[in-house]
């Protein structure tokens, strides 16, 4: 089983929309997680950490579940510069290797 | 600025002749690690270091090398480049613990 699983998508949505990406780990003992975006095989970009208490940055919400393991990211009124792909992170509990999602694909339409 | 660099940003190369990939971050980050990305894959990590003269191997180590002498400075290398590390790699830093990584801007590999 992959340590962390995210649907690859890819997600189109029209200018406006909102969206939600969910992504599971499989280790309960994971501390930390994080969304980063990826433009164009660029680097991956840090979007946000994701606390146990949900956190929100303008648009971008995101919360961790867990109980069921699995952490999400809602952004709401798409703009087109929202197109990339979005990948999941998590950190094991040892602190020492993080493992990526595949991530999802994201194309905001006009 | 704060930043990691990596270079070059394009290699390509032939079969077995040995290369370095360079890595320096100027945030005094603990953590540093490489990874390689492939399409379908995702992010995979080939080796990582906690401080100086700590490193410890990834989930795909094979075929590579690292050395961690100086705090800044992470440095891959290829001894014997073959077709299938034909990829696109990114170093990255931390403070460790619970901390986020930074990332390079890339370097895209190319083997023939």
């Known amino acids: 089983r992959k340590e962390v699983e995210q649907d690859p998508g890819p997600f189109n949505v029209p200018e406006g929309a909102t969206v939600a990406f969910n992504c599971t780990y499989s280790?309960?003992?994971?501390?930390?997680f994080f969304w980063y975006r990826q433009d164009c095989r660029k680097e991956p970009k840090l979007l946000m950490s994701v606390y146990s208490s949900g956190n929100e940055d303008g648009r971008f919400t995101a919360q961790l579940n867990r109980a069921s393991q699995y952490i999400s990211l809602l952004i709401r009124d798409s703009k087109l510069s929202d197109s990339a792909t979005y990948l999941c992170?998590?950190?094991?509990?040892?602190?020492?290797?993080?493992?990526f999602g595949t991530g999802t694909s994201l194309t905001v339409i006009p | 600025e704060a930043q990691v660099t990596q270079n070059p940003r394009y290699l390509i190369t032939v079969t077995g002749k040995k290369l370095t990939v360079t890595c320096s971050q100027n945030?005094?980050?603990?953590?540093m690690s490489w990874y390689r990305q492939d399409p379908g894959l995702g992010l995979r990590q080939i080796y990582y270091s906690m401080n100086v003269e700590v490193t410890d191997k990834g989930d795909v180590p094979e075929g590579y090398k690292v050395s961690r002498k100086e705090k800044r400075n992470f440095p891959l290398i290829l001894e014997s480049p073959s077709p299938n590390q034909t990829s696109l790699y990114f170093c990255a830093s931390s403070f460790g613990g619970l901390s986020p990584l930074h990332f390079g801007n890339g370097t895209r590999l190319t083997v023939t």
């Open positions: 280790n309960s003992a994971s501390q930390s």
């Open positions: 992170v998590v950190n094991k509990n040892t602190g020492n290797q993080f493992y």
């Open positions: 945030m005094n980050h603990e953590y």
